[in-house]
């Protein structure tokens, strides 16, 4: 997991072959005026999804994982807290992963909690487990999908 403020994305572009457009996207002037819902970049390979609302508390936020994209998960506006474990402590699958979605839920409990305040990103690569929405407040995010090699 990487946590850091979108000034400093430029220190991360090793990450992945296709970081750099998620990145770049996310800095245009016009960011926090898009209409929640899916916002392709580069087809299927780098998408953004945006939404607005308020999150559902550290109790009820699920882990989840994927396995061909890397998690850029930025915050515009408000304040989220998003859970964190690592894949190797993982014991209790809730949904079986889903190729289609690339997506798998579990049952554990993150092992920490980070607060990500406007401006700031998180990058969540396959073994990082991850619980978004965490937060009880309100959060306006754009959460983008990096396509893996």
Do not use: C
Not at 10 to 26: K, M, N, T
Request: charge should be negative; glycine fraction near 6%; charged fraction near 25%.
């Amino acid at each position: 997991m990487i946590f850091d403020r979108l000034s400093n994305s430029s220190h991360y572009l090793s990450v992945a072959p296709l970081i750099r457009q998620g990145f770049e996207w996310l800095q245009q002037a016009e960011l926090a005026s898009l209409e929640d819902g899916v916002h392709e970049i580069q087809g299927r390979d780098v998408y953004a999804i945006v939404a607005r609302g308020e999150g559902v508390g550290q109790e009820r936020a699920m882990l989840e994982a994927h396995r061909k994209y890397l998690d850029i998960q930025y915050v515009i506006e408000g304040t989220d807290v998003i859970g964190w474990l690592e894949r190797d402590f993982v014991e209790r699958v809730k949904d079986p992963y889903d190729s289609e979605k690339d997506l798998e839920f579990f049952y554990d409990r993150p092992e920490s909690w980070i607060h990500v305040p406007a401006g700031s990103f998180a990058v969540f690569m396959p073994q990082d487990i991850h619980a978004p929405l965490a937060t009880t407040g309100y959060a306006h995010k754009a959460v983008v999908k990096v396509k893996l090699s």
